[in-house]
């Protein structure tokens, strides 16, 4: 099989009269009348078949073939498996559509899986230092909007004193316990920070009508510090949010936003899954210290009857109120 076209030498424009033949299965040979020009078919560029544009064929060492489209020349690209372009592209189209379907499937895998493991790996690698520090510098961030505890020095030390003695009869925690006590007009509410801090306002400790009622709330607050939670959800934005500028090539203030991460995350409250932890938490060991979980069900049923518009982080998934004041009793 030959066909008739031009070829031109490597890095020439001069054109000569040529043929190709094509009767190898495995190698071309441009035949001219000064030359003949073999290359293997496999290091032979075909250029893409589009319209009725003529073929170039284009040798290895730089020799190149051009010839109009003939029914013979179809024949041979078909069966070198030179299809049409469409025919790439639908071909192009496909691996296009199945790497878009993989790489959703990753980037879901890996939100969906891997990163609520590799936060929990994480959370629990971090240093006790960076954990206590990284509380230190959400509670900065929250303390420009908090004002001083109203409660005597007196009061708050009884707080600490009980707390440190009953922490003496549970399982130990991961960081040791720092009760702090501020001022909101956000109303009766308490966050567990990074390491350990626990912040309890004013306002809650006033709508508690009893020890065990505030006890309560505390070893809720405990309860996220016990599962590391804070961490966890600091680590998972982190991670996202690192992943996130990898993706998109934005990575202004990663790091340094960790604070203000932190505090976005205490008023977002705790998924509904960490809630029930810290309840079930609470719940044990109020039954371990006051031998009954009656009072945290009181706790939160004081809370209900409050008309005010904040829901606190301890009652973030409000729809499930009478869920976790009936869990809280049985
Ligand atoms: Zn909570």
Redesign the pocket.
Known sequence: MRFQGSAFPPNSSVRHAAELDASSSTSLCIVTEEETVYCEVAWVEVSAPVGNLPIRFKFADGWMFVADRTPQINEWLKRNKRSSFVEKMETKRFAWLLSVVCCIGVIVGSYVYLLPWLSEKVAHAVPDTVAVALGDKVLASLDEHWAPSELSTLDQEQIRTRVSHYLSQIEPLPYSVDIVFRSSEMGANAF?LPGGKIVVLDQMVKLAANEQQLDSIIL??L??VHHR?MLKRLVHSSILSVGVSLLTGENSGVIDNMAGVGVFLLSN??SRE??ME?DEYAKHNMRVIYGSSEAMAEMFERFSQQEEFAIP??L?SHPDFDERIEAARN
């Open positions: 567990a809720h607050e309860g996220h939670h409250g705790h960490a809630e810290a982080e301890w973030n």
